[in-house]
């Protein structure tokens, strides 16, 4: 049961189980009249303010039944002052050039990346046009959607995918309708499963793994909790802005304050991370 029948801040996080997921449901939990539902592969969980909802984002036939399983009625979201959804689960592998990446594993990786967020935009827009407030969508992308990295053609594919699925999202919602917003955000280097999954590759699949190695020796990965802090901040107080891309390091001084938040040309080369 919920603590509070009233709830203003409603976000659906996919891929909480852990890594920056984990932390950002965790961030969102802790604000007042908040509710978190987590898509994810854990099981099925509902107590307080949080709601966990069972899907393998592999599966994209079952994304609008995930949003139908939402335990919220009208009498709950009456009082929205903003919907959140927020794209983060996502998987890097296949890691390794073209010639020797698993077919099936390639087109995983699409699928998760790309096109289960864009289905999962589909629904949000159905499952809450008619509640009020602001509506949202943050897709978490990388500084590998703007650079190529050998080894991985399927996961830069999928976030630049990403990045012009917001785009073109974005003009589309601002046409049909307003209340609507998407933008992607990447997160710089966070200290996840993710990354040790970078470090344990060898220079055959992945020819920069050396850099990666040396950020986390020189402790400079951010943690997930710093990452959950300052997205959830943008969210809250920073009025996002339709179309945009964000990257979460101009917050912390990690790039210049000039640097445009769409990152083109030499900009783009700044980047790092997964
Ligand atoms: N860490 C970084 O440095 C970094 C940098 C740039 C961008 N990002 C992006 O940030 C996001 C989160 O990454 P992370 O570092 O937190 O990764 P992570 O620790 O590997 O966690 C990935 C999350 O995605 C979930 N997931 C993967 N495949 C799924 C599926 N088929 N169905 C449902 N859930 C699935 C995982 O769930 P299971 O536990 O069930 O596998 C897990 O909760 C990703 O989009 C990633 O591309 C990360």
Known sequence: MLDSPCVEHLFIITGTTRGIGRALADRVLALDRS??????????FFEGNRQDVRIDLNAIETIGSAFDAIGLDSERTGGLKQTVLINNAGVLAPIAPIVDCDPEELAGNIRVNLTAPMVLAHHFYRFSKSFPGKKWIVNITSGASRSPYFGWSAYGAAKAGLDMATRAMALEFSRIDPAFRVCAVAPGTVDTD????????TPEQFER???FIDLKANNALFTPEQTARDLIRLILEGGLE????YDLREMTGQLPAETPAIATGKNAARYRGA
């Open 194 to 201: 993710m990354q040790a999954q970078i470090r344990k590759c």
């Open 242 to 245: 339709n179309g945009r891309r």
């Open 209 to 211: 793994v050396d850099k």
């Open 35 to 44: 509710f978190v539902v987590g898509f994810s592969r854990a099981d099925a």
